[in-house]
C-alpha cells in the first residue's frame, strides 16, 4: 500500500507544473557529476509532459530517481525543489559529498589533487606526486634514508679528499653522492609505490572495492548516499527520517502494476552492473532472489533505508504454495543460518537501494553486495556472492528503455558529450551548446574520440577508447538510427565540466544546470511544433518510427518463413517447453499471420520490396534479445 505524501505546500510556487497536457518518458546518460544536468531540464520538461517513465544509468539513475521522486510529489512541490538543487551543489558542497573510510583516505586526497591540477599529464603527475609526499611524510623520508646516508658519505669523502689534497679520491666521493642522490629517488619512489600497491589491494578491496562506501564520516556532514536519500524523499514530499520512498509507491496502488509496466503511473527504471555474472540487470531486481548481509549494508545505506529493508515481507517465497514456497523457505532458513536476508519484492525496494546500485562508479565509490542461491544438481544449498557496480559498465545511455515498435508517447533522451574543441569560447548562451536533430536528413553525428599516433599518449588514448567502445558501442548505435535521433539532444561539455569534476566551479554548475534546461526547451520546441511540413515533430517522430519498422520486416519475415518451413514439430508432442492445450489455437493464428506477412513479401515485385526498405538509413534489423 502506498505511503501517504507530505502535506501539499505553497501550491502557487508550484503552478507552472500543475496538470500538463501531455505524457512523455525520459532516459538520461550518467556521467558522474555531469547529474548537475538534469534537475533544471527534469523541471522544464515536466511543464509540459507528465512523466510516466524515467531511467538511466549511474549519474542518470540519479536523474531519473529525481524526476521519478518529483513527479510523484508533483502536488506538493516536487519539481520546484528539483529546480532549488544545482544552487544547494554550490560552494564545493558536491566535493564534501565524497567521503572516504580511514583506510582509503589517501587514495581520496591524491584523487582531489589531481582533479583540481591544471590541465595536462605532467601537471596531474606533480600533484598526485605532491599529495602523496604531503600524506605520507615518514614513509618518503624512510624511503629515501638510505639514499641520504650514502650521499652523506659520499660528500664527506670528497671533503676529506678536498681538504688533505687527496684529489685522487674526489672522483668516487663524488660518484657515491651522484649515485645516493639516484638512490634517494629510486627509495622514495619505491617506498610509496609499495604503500600505494598495500592500499589499492588490501584496503580498497576491504572497504568493498572502492574508496568511498557512501556515508558521510561521523562530524563530516552527509555522504552522498545519505545527502541523495533524504533528497529523493524531499522531492517525493516523505517526511524526513521516515520511511524511503519506494517502488510501489511509484508505481500507484494497482496491483497489476507488479505485473504490468503499463499499469504503473510512474515506471522508473535503471540499470546496474553484475561483474560476477558479466551481464546487467534492470533495476528493480524482477523477483526476490537475491540476498543481502544486513551488518555489510549497514555500511552503505542510512538506518531509516535499513529499517525499510529488515520490515519487508519476507518474499514471494512465503506466499506461494506447493513446491516453490518448500524451495523458498529451505532457501531463507539457509540464509538465516548465514546471517543474510532476502531482498525485498519489486514493490518494496527503497527507490535509493536500485540508484546506489547504478551509480557504483568503479574505484571511486564501493561496490554492493549481494547473494544467490548456487543452484547445481546433486549439491548441497550454497549461497555465492555477487559484486554489482556502475550501470554504465555495460549500459551507460540506456536507450532501449520504454522501447516500443509504434510508441504511444515520446521519449526524449538527454545525451552527454564533449566539445570538438575544448579550447574555444563557448557561446553564453547556452542554447547553442547543444546538439539535436533538427530535420530528418539530420540527426547527431556518432561520437568522436581523437587518438595520438606517437608517444605515451598514444598508448593511453588506445586503451582509453578501447575501454570506452566495449562500454559504449551498443548504446552509441542507437544515437544515430532513425526514430531514436530526433529524440535526443547532445548536451555538450569542457573538460572541466562534468565527469570525474567534482570540484567544479559555481559558474559551471550554473552553466550546465542552464544548458540541461536549454535542452529541454529545445526537445518540446521540436515535438509540440510544425517543423516538418506542417506536422510537429511527434506526430512526425511516430510516422518514422513506422516506417523505420516497416524496412526491417521483409527480411524478419522471410527469415522466419524459410524456419518455419523447416519446422516439421507435432505442437502436441514436442521435444521440451510444451504448448499448452488453451494457447496452440493463438500459437497456430500468430504463426499464420507472420507466414501470411511473410508470403506477401514473397509476392511482392522486388522493386516494392527494395524501395520499402531502402530507407530510412541507416537501416536496422529485428531479432529477439534478452530482456535485462
Known amino acids: 500500500m502506498a505511503r501517504t505524501r507530505g502535506e501539499t505546500i505553497d501550491k502557487a510556487g508550484a503552478d507552472r507544473w500543475a496538470d500538463p497536457p501531455r505524457q512523455c518518458d525520459l532516459v538520461m546518460k550518467g556521467g558522474i557529476t555531469s547529474g548537475v544536468v538534469y534537475p533544471l531540464a527534469i523541471a522544464r520538461f515536466a511543464e509540459e509532459y507528465r512523466l510516466r ?69 605532467a601537471a596531474k603527475v606533480r600533484a598526485a606526486v605532491g599529495a602523496l609526499v604531503a600524506r605520507f611524510p615518514g614513509r618518503s623520508a624512510l ?106 509507491q511509484l508505481w500507484g496502488d494497482d496491483e497489476a502494476a507488479s505485473r ?31 540476498f543481502f548481509d544486513p551488518d555489510e549494508w549497514a555500511t552503505l545505506f542510512p538506518p531509516n533505508v535499513m529499517a525499510s529493508l529488515l520490515a519487508a515481507p519476507a518474499g514471494c517465497a512465503e506466499a506461494e504454495e506447493g513446491a516453490t514456497a518448500a524451495k523458498g523457505r529451505r532457501e531463507n532458513q539457509a540464509a538465516k543460518q548465514r546471517g543474510l536476508v532476502r531482498l525485498p519484492e519489486a514493490r518494496d525496494l527503497p527507490v535509493i537501494v536500485a540508484v546506489r546500485m547504478s ?63 575544448d579550447a574555444e569560447q563557448h557561446p553564453t ?11 530528418n536528413s539530420s540527426g547527431i553525428h556518432p561520437p568522436y574520440q581523437p587518438i595520438a599516433e606517437q608517444g605515451v599518449g598514444a598508448l593511453v588514448d588506445f586503451a582509453g577508447t578501447m575501454l570506452d567502445t566495449s562500454r559504449n558501442w551498443q548504446d552509441n548505435s542507437y544515437v544515430t538510427m532513425p526514430g531514436y535521433r530526433d529524440r535526443i539532444v547532445r548536451v555538450q561539455q569542457t573538460s572541466d565540466q562534468g565527469g570525474l569534476n567534482l570540484n567544479m566551479s559555481d559558474d559551471a554548475i550554473e552553466r550546465l544546470a542552464r544548458r540541461g534546461e536549454a535542452a529541454a526547451s529545445a526537445l518540446i520546441d521540436q515535438f509540440t511544433k510544425p517543423h516538418y511540413r506542417g506536422f510537429d515533430g511527434w506526430a512526425n517522430h511516430r510516422w518514422v518510427r513506422y516506417r523505420a519498422l516497416m524496412a ?77
Open 552 to 628: 526491417t520486416l521483409p527480411e524478419f519475415l522471410g527469415a522466419y518463413r524459410r524456419g518455419r518451413a523447416e519446422l516439421h514439430i507435432d505442437p502436441t508432442d514436442p521435444p521440451g517447453f510444451d504448448l499448452p492445450a488453451s494457447s496452440r489455437a493463438l500459437a497456430g493464428r500468430l504463426s499464420g499471420a507472420l507466414t501470411h506477412g511473410a508470403e506477401a513479401v514473397a509476392a511482392a515485385p522486388d522493386a516494392a520490396v527494395e524501395s520499402l526498405t531502402e530507407s530510412p538509413k541507416p537501416r536496422g534489423s529485428l531479432r529477439r534479445v534478452a530482456r535485462i
Open 143 to 248: 624511503g629515501a634514508l638510505a639514499g641520504v646516508l650514502l650521499f652523506v658519505l659520499g660528500v664527506a669523502g670528497v671533503v676529506v679528499a678536498v681538504l688533505g689534497e687527496q684529489w685522487f679520491q674526489v672522483a668516487p666521493g663524488a660518484a657515491l653522492a651522484l649515485a645516493a642522490l639516484a638512490l634517494v629517488v629510486v627509495g622514495w619512489a619505491l617506498a610509496l609505490a609499495a604503500r600505494m600497491v598495500d592500499l589499492l589491494t588490501v584496503a580498497v578491496p576491504q572497504n568493498l572495492f572502492g574508496i568511498c562506501r557512501g556515508l558521510g564520516a561521523e562530524g563530516g556532514g552527509p555522504g552522498f548516499t545519505d545527502w541523495l536519500s533524504d533528497l529523493i524523499d524531499e522531492v517525493a514530499g516523505l517526511p524526513s527520517g521516515g520511511p524511503p520512498l519506494t517502488f510501489g
Open 359 to 421: 551509480l557504483s562508479f568503479p574505484l571511486l565509490i564501493s561496490a554492493i553486495p549481494l547473494h544467490a542461491v548456487r543452484r547445481r544438481r546433486g549439491e548441497k544449498l550454497q549461497f555465492e556472492k555477487l559484486w554489482f557496480t556502475d550501470g554504465g559498465m555495460c549500459s551507460n545511455f540506456p536507450l532501449h528503455l520504454f522501447e516500443s515498435p509504434l510508441p504511444t508517447r515520446p521519449t526524449f533522451a538527454i545525451n552527454l558529450g564533449s566539445f570538438r574543441d
Open 429 to 439: 548562451d547556452e542554447s547553442e551548446n547543444i546538439v539535436f536533430a533538427t530535420r
Open 260 to 290: 504490468d509496466r503499463r499499469a504503473r503511473d510512474i515506471d522508473l527504471r535503471l540499470i546496474t552492473t553484475c561483474l560476477s555474472r558479466g551481464r546487467p540487470y534492470e533495476m528493480p531486481l524482477e523477483g526476490s532472489n537475491f
Open 53 to 121: 517513465g524515467v531511467g538511466g544509468s549511474s549519474a542518470g539513475a540519479i536523474g531519473a530517481a529525481l524526476a521519478g521522486a518529483a513527479e510523484f510529489g508533483r502536488e506538493t512541490g516536487g519539481f520546484r525543489t528539483l529546480t532549488e538543487i544545482p544552487e544547494r551543489l554550490r560552494g564545493g558542497r558536491l566535493e564534501a559529498l565524497f567521503q572516504a573510510q580511514p583506510s582509503t583516505e589517501p587514495l581520496l586526497r591524491v584523487l582531489f589533487a589531481v582533479l583540481r591540477a591544471r590541465p595536462g599529464a
